[in-house]
């Protein structure tokens, strides 16, 4: 695409003309926006950009390690920070969602605030923004330029001062999926569905424990598989699961269980901001609920979420 090889061109320039020398740090998240940012950069400056994925303990299946793996693939190296441990402690005995994001989003800073504090002095901080969460955020329009700098960074406390690097602050989604593609990012990688930054913490109703989680990984893993081997993948929004806080009995063999239900919820959307539920053929739905009741332990039950948004959001927390 003309276009987007023209945008990747000036992005090199200008990032290289404000940087200069100096590091540039940039935290990971395992999405699209994040991990074109850090290959942009990484073009751009090299070495100099310091790329941070912090393990929260409520990553999908093996996420950590696919996304070390995928940058290792580009020759980027990436700090990985494994916090799961204080992430879950921290959520111990929490019920209310808000609460879980609150909790979840405080420790993040903590953690990447050690993290900053140890490498020393570090003058930029670079992120993701889309043009749509600036027109949200901000009412005033800065100048088109790729670079905005002396700007406090939204969400982190006052000790860190960085100055911020916004190259997508103009584009929309779309347009970073073509510039990863510009950028020879993998496929599987551009189309990712969207992962909220609270994880599978907001899809654990009720208190989230190692056995919740390890339950739900197993469950969304087997329902990523099944949507992607009948083609519905890439046609729809998003494809998860929801672990409830709810048991229901039921027989395995000639044994009375007492076991969890998954929730399959499968939309289809733009933006995220309204979706409606897809229409999975019944051999399709037939086979993830068969899946995850035969390979997921502690599950006996799976039921369909039929509910449009508005008025249902699409996470359930
Ligand atoms: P809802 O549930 O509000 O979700 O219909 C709309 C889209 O936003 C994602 N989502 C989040 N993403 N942090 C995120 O980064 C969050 O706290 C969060 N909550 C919802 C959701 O996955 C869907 O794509």
């Known amino acids: 695409?003309?276009?987007?090889?023209?945008?990747?061109?000036?992005?090199?320039?200008?990032?290289?003309?404000?940087v200069k020398d100096n590091k540039v740090l940039?935290?990971?998240?395992?999405?699209?926006?994040?991990?074109?940012?850090?290959?942009l950069l990484n073009?751009?400056?090299?070495?100099n950009v310091i790329p941070v994925f912090i393990n929260n303990g409520l990553l999908r299946q093996n996420e950590e390690v696919s996304v070390q793996k995928a940058f290792e693939k580009l020759g980027i190296k990436i700090n990985y920070i494994d916090a799961s441990e204080l992430f879950l402690t921290r959520l111990k005995n929490v019920k209310d969602p808000e609460q879980k994001r609150k909790i979840i989003g405080h420790t993040f800073i903590d953690v990447f605030r050690d993290f900053v504090l140890k490498l020393g002095d570090i003058e930029y901080l670079a992120q993701g923004t889309l043009y749509p969460d600036v027109i949200e955020s901000v009412s005033v329009k800065g100048p088109s330029d790729v670079i905005k700098?002396?700007?406090?960074?939204?969400?982190?406390?006052?000790?860190?001062?960085?100055?911020?690097?916004?190259?997508?602050?103009?584009?929309?989604?779309?347009?970073?999926?073509?510039?990863?593609k510009q950028l020879n990012l993998d496929d599987s990688f551009v189309n990712r569905h969207p992962f909220p930054g609270p994880g599978l913490a907001i899809r654990i109703i009720g208190e989230v424990t190692k056995q919740k989680l390890e339950i739900l990984r197993q469950a969304d893993d087997i329902i990523v598989e099944e949507i992607k081997k009948s083609g519905f993948y890439d046609k729809v929004w998003q494809a998860f699961g929801v672990l409830l806080d709810l048991k229901s009995v039921g027989v395995m063999g000639d044994k009375r269980t007492y076991d969890y239900t998954i929730v399959l919820r499968v939309v289809e959307s733009l933006d995220g901001m309204t979706a409606n539920w897809t229409y999975l053929p019944y051999d399709v739905l037939n086979g993830i609920s068969t899946r995850i009741i035969n390979e997921v332990s502690h599950v006996n039950r799976v039921v369909l979420d039929i509910s449009n948004k508005p008025p249902a959001t699409i996470e359930w927390e």
């Open 43 to 47: 073009k751009a400056i090299g070495d």
């Open 1 to 18: 695409d003309w276009n987007m090889s023209d945008f990747l061109e000036k992005a090199i320039y200008d990032i290289k003309q404000e």
């Open 26 to 39: 940039c935290a990971i998240s395992g999405g699209v926006d994040s991990s074109v940012l850090v290959v």
């Open 149 to 180: 700098s002396h700007h406090n960074v939204g969400g982190l406390p006052k000790d860190l001062k960085f100055k911020l690097i916004e190259p997508f602050r103009f584009l929309f989604k779309d347009e970073v999926r073509q510039l990863a």
